[in-house]
């Protein structure tokens, strides 16, 4: 549009700018029009003083909140109702933050629209007032010489003071004033500098340098070379002027210009300017969609875009303003192309006129809409009163709508004039009356759900949202409440809650309801510290081996068996719940004392080890438990369960079917748990892991027969770590998997290698877990290790323990494909388990390993050696190979061969040695 100026001054609204710490710093006009009040005595002041003093405090109550928002950064608008000198006005607020480029915010300028009048072509002409003007001005001017030859700058004071220099010290060195200027601003200054010694022409450049206060300053340079009769460069001549004030003005006044095209676009109205020729010299994107959308208007003739207007009364209107100089207004109907009735004020402007446009076709239909909200009430499905509002304890009804007859089962003539607490009654709850209440009292209203009942007595759940209704004073009158009858919903949500907060399986309560009860027993318990309370944390020993072997619907029976068997060990106000899996956690309050406490846990676990018939088997299952108390050991929920899951983990790692009580050590001993099977992991990448081997000695000839590879750690920090060390922690996290498989593929490279070396061979016992001979691809990968080393299956035995043999879930199925590949079996640690002779049927078995723990005491003691001599005669009726493990004196060497054991191992004859020591014990081939 041609001037700002023009729409500013004519604008009749409230104009004005508060910078970011609230204080008004431009008003307009009409603030002096509207509230009475001289602009230079509240200019400056902050802008709650300044509301309050103009509209009131209730409106500042209001209005002040919605300024916050603004400043935080948030564009506003909004309608309604204020006061100010003596008038009472329908106005449009508008709030848009003023921001900088990096988005900080530097104020909010507000803009308030009355809405409820016309305003007077006096009035509008009142509201003119004077635009700040911008005006550089150049204060300090440095002036320079430099000579080329010499290097050396003279300035006058004031180059010091515009090129950020202590005017105490000597003029600078150019390297100097490069260091002070902004880094990005030197090449440009070069450049200029060195383009004019070439040219001979006036040089100008701008640049930043930094001031004594730290901050940067706009510079402007201008400056020209003098020529020696040769025509180099003999010195420049210059001058410096510090335009950061023109540079700050020009960004300012740009901001300001980006504010009032806000301002434009933001309001409610459609604003436009046509100057003498009848021409758009500016429409606001509100304007421009209402009035055409056919191309832009801007530059056309209004005519020209809109020839109706010549022989409406808006053309009539913008003629008069525009000959006459006086304001106008009307509101038209236009058929064609808009179907509505416009509102259109037109005020004249120094270049033309200004016209402000808005659709009423909405107000125009008002009262056709309340008729047809009107018939709206009346045919809601859900009940719909109003109460007349004379005091705060004292509603009674003035309407009800059919379905709220329907719903209650009253008519109309019973119950007006009541108040709606009719239907309440004894089982209403009474925080649900209290905040209903408050809600009427405070005059908020809110959204409610209470039991109520119809006329014939039945109950029904209500939902009620209450609504107040305030008269042009603000005054409550009326309170509005809509009234839904939620019974079926209700019932639903309360059974999806009780289904949300139980375990499907078992009916036990699940993880998220305990965990909600259990932090309500805790905050119980910070408002008694005299009570204490615990988390008892169940787990079963070797579920998965249950799963496997009853099938996932008997694991499931088995699951609920053990539910029960934990819910009835214990009394009725302690709580049992299912965490997930085969894990049970137990809440206990108001303990007595610690032994009472173990008494329950011993109890429990003792319960469910009694024998238990699953799917037709009867079974007898272990669990490992571990609990934690509040508030010694934790005071927030998901700390005490974790540390009662730690004292069980602990439990079950140490020994299982037992339990342990938390303590701080265990995090030690967790944190060492998790070091170690980081440091598995991390040793199979490094390849730290080595094997020695021991020598199994032939009893008859005392030759070499075969030897045992052990794996052994060399650890970067905690140098050699034996098997103890690790093996559990790779069994427990799975990583037993990946070592079993370096352990084959080692020694198969071994024999390799000192089949090579032309050593006869002897086998080779390697120990093998039972998840590797659980995991079906366990022999595809033995023959591929075999098969990559080129060595025969007859050099390589496996040794499995006597107590994972005797575990039912283990199938025969891989035991037989090794047997069958030419892998002998062995049977290690025979003799600890109490029925392992019944396995030795079902499973191939070539070798059996008599325990050390026998063979080491069979010299002093008769029931040893009864054992080991029984051992061996029924290994030679099986025609089973046999080794005795742990010997270690002369003495017993000698009675297992009398006996007829076929290979001794022990330290007797050889520690476990690396390759090259044990292959000095190996014969070469001729």
Partial sequence: MSSDRDLLEIIPALIGYIDASGVYRRMSRAYELWCGIQREEWLNRHVSEVVTRCFGEEYARLALPIFERALAGEPIAFEGWQEGG???????????????????ILGVLVMVTDLSALESAERRAALSEERLQLAAEFTNMGVWERDIASGELRWNPASFRVMGFDESDAAPRLDEIYAQMHPEDQARHKAALAEAAVTGETFEVEYRMKGLDGQWNWIHSRGKFQFDSSGQPERVLGVN????????????????????????????????MLDREWRFTYVNSRAQAALSSAGKLLGRSLWEASPYSATSQFGACCTRTMNERVATHLEEYYSEPFDSWFELHIYPAESGVVVFIRNVTARRK??????????????????????????????????????FERLTGYSSEEILGKNCRFLQGPNTSPTVRAQIRDAIASATGGRFVLRNYRKDGTEFF????????????????????????ITERVEIRKRLTQQAQTDALTGLPNRYYFLESLRQALRQLNRDDSQKLAVIYLDVDGFKRVNERLGHQGGDRFLKKIGSRIRSSIRGDELVARL??????????????????????????????GPMQVSGRDMVVTASAGFACAPEDATDAEDLLRKADLAM??????????????????????ANFLEIAAGVRDALRRDEFRLVYQPRIDARTGRLRAMEALIRWRHPERGLLGPATFIPVAEETGLILQVGDWVVQETARQLAEWRQAGYHLVPVSVNVSAAQFRNPAFPEAVTAALQEAGIGPDLLEMEITESVIMDETLSSEALSRLRKLGIRIAIDDFGTAYSGLNYLQRFPVDVLKIDRGFTCRIHESTTAAAICESVLQLAQKLRLATVAEGVELAEQARMLTEWGCDELQGYYFSHPVPAEIIQQSMTKKD
Avoid at 246 to 269: G, M
Avoid at 585 to 606: C, G, H, K, S, Y
């Fill in 241 to 272: 002027f510090d335009i950061s004030r023109e540079k700050s003005a020009a960004e300012h006044l740009a901001r300001q210009n980006r504010l009032v095209d806000s301002i434009l676009e933001s309001t409610t109205d459609g604003i436009f």
């Fill in 366 to 403: 008002g009262r056709e809409t309340l008729r047809l909200r009107d018939q709206a009430v009346t045919d809601a499905p859900v009940g719909i009163t109003i109460a007349q509002f004379d005091s705060e304890t004292d509603y009674p009804l003035v309407y009800v709508n059919p379905a």
């Fill in 462 to 485: 209500n939902e009620l949202r209450l609504s107040p209704v305030r008269d042009e004073e603000g005054r409550v009158t009326h309170l509005v409440g809509i009234q839904t009858d």
């Fill in 580 to 609: 997930g899996g085969d894990e049970f956690v137990i809440l206990v309050t108001n303990i007595a004392d610690r032994p009472a406490l173990e008494r329950l846990v011993q109890r429990v676990l003792a319960r469910i080890a």
């Fill in 649 to 670: 983990f602990t439990a079950k790692r140490d020994c299982k079917n037992s339990w342990k009580a938390y303590k701080p050590s265990m995090e030690m001993s967790n």
């Fill in 86 to 104: 003596g008038q009472r006005r329908r106005v449009a607020v508008t709030y848009t933050p003023d921001r900088e480029p990096d988005g900080s």
